[in-house]
């Protein structure tokens, strides 16, 4: 079992930043893909971002490609969401996710956290 837990949503100016952390409770972190999703309200949840264990491989959603940057921390069990450029459109509940193989975190998340809300006001 993974806990994870985020922390680093609130309320951000559109063209601010704001940086999202995720603390997992395995000391193994470093085995699992971590990713980053959201939901708006009246929408369904969407990926944002993922990282391989190892760092080596990323990916991004379109909409926030060139704005957002995953990276993650082994050695403190983290994972974070480098948010930058803000939009309203980005106001949603981040979720926090892990799954053992990269490949399957997009698709199919096996740990989820509680979620973080952030808030984009124009």
């Known amino acids: 079992q993974v806990q994870l837990v985020e922390s680093g949503g609130g309320l951000a100016q559109a063209g601010g930043s704001l940086r999202l952390s995720c603390v997992a409770s395995?000391?193994?972190?470093?085995?699992?893909?971590m990713g980053w999703f959201r939901q708006a309200p009246g929408k369904e949840r969407e990926f944002v971002a993922s990282?391989?264990?190892?760092?080596?491989?990323?990916e991004y959603a379109n909409s926030v490609e060139d704005r957002f940057t995953i990276s993650r921390d082994n050695g403190k069990n983290t994972v974070y969401l480098q948010m930058t450029s803000l939009k309203p459109e980005d106001t949603a509940v981040y979720y926090c996710?892990?799954?053992?193989?990269?490949?399957?975190?997009?698709?199919?998340?096996?740990?989820w956290g509680q979620g973080t809300q952030l808030t984009v006001s124009s």
């Open positions: 996710a892990a799954h053992y193989s990269f490949l399957q975190l997009r698709s199919a998340p096996r740990y």
């Open positions: 395995r000391r193994i972190f470093s085995s699992y893909a």
């Open positions: 990282i391989s264990g190892n760092s080596l491989s990323t």
